[in-house]
């Protein structure tokens, strides 16, 4: 597996770029750029690579602005998709003109919510509230898991995330985040691929909105 880091991988800036990425993924995504002028940059720099890493992907995904509308959606979120409103405006952009339902308790200390995207309703994208020095369920993956910290921060066996990092895990790998003890640690997580009733975010679904 890749080393978790701090920020998206070049491959996932490349497929956002694109617009090969799914809804999910993508808000994470975005919602990491809005606060990350590093990753701005390197997406600014592929753009200027001349298009070497358009060259290794998918044609039909591709277009040639491509960038330019990925950088505009990202300081200016499509109106169509979402509402014009900020709904939170304690949340980041984008992620605060989505209509975000209140949280409701799962386990002692974690609470969450479905962030439901209407441009992709069957997105599987969730909010969760760790209560300080609280640990979430130890849980494996049957996706990529894409995290963005929102507040606070948590640690696991491969480091320490804190609010504006953004956290790529490979399905195969388990791990017990421990929010940190200064303070709630809210996270926007999501998962790539269609829904599968196993791992812990499908038992969520399952529980709650009864799919
Ligand atoms: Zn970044």
């Given amino acids: 597996m890749n080393a978790p880091n701090h920020h998206p991988a070049d491959e996932t800036l490349g497929r956002f770029a694109a617009g090969a990425i799914e809804a999910g993924p993508r808000l994470v995504v975005a919602t990491h750029l809005a606060g990350c002028p590093q990753c701005r940059a390197r997406i600014r720099s592929f753009e200027s690579a001349g298009g070497v890493l358009l060259d290794s992907m998918e044609p039909a995904t591709l277009r040639a602005d491509a960038f330019a509308r990925t950088l505009a959606q990202v300081e200016a979120p499509a109106p169509a998709t979402i509402v014009p409103a900020a ?4 949340m980041p952009a984008p992620l605060r003109y989505y209509d975000l339902p209140k949280w409701r308790a799962v386990a002692p200390g974690v609470r969450w919510r479905r962030v439901v995207l209407p441009e992709a309703p069957d997105a599987n994208v969730i909010m969760l509230k760790v209560g300080a020095g609280q640990r979430m369920p130890n849980h494996g993956h049957t996706g990529v898991e894409y995290t ?14 804190v609010a504006g990092d ?3 895990m490979d399905e195969d790998v388990e791990h017990i985040p421990l929010a940190d003890r200064d303070g709630d640690c809210v996270v926007l997580a999501a998962l790539e691929g269609p829904l599968r009733l196993q791992g812990w975010i499908a038992r969520l679904f399952q529980q709650f909105i009864g799919i």
């Avoid at 709904?87 to 304690?90: F, G, L, P």
């Avoid at 963005?148 to 995330?161: K, L, S």
């Fill in 148 to 161: 963005q910290v929102i507040a606070g921060g948590y640690t696991d066996a491969f480091g320490h995330y």
């Fill in 87 to 90: 709904r939170d405006a304690a």
């Fill in 166 to 168: 953004c956290i790529e």
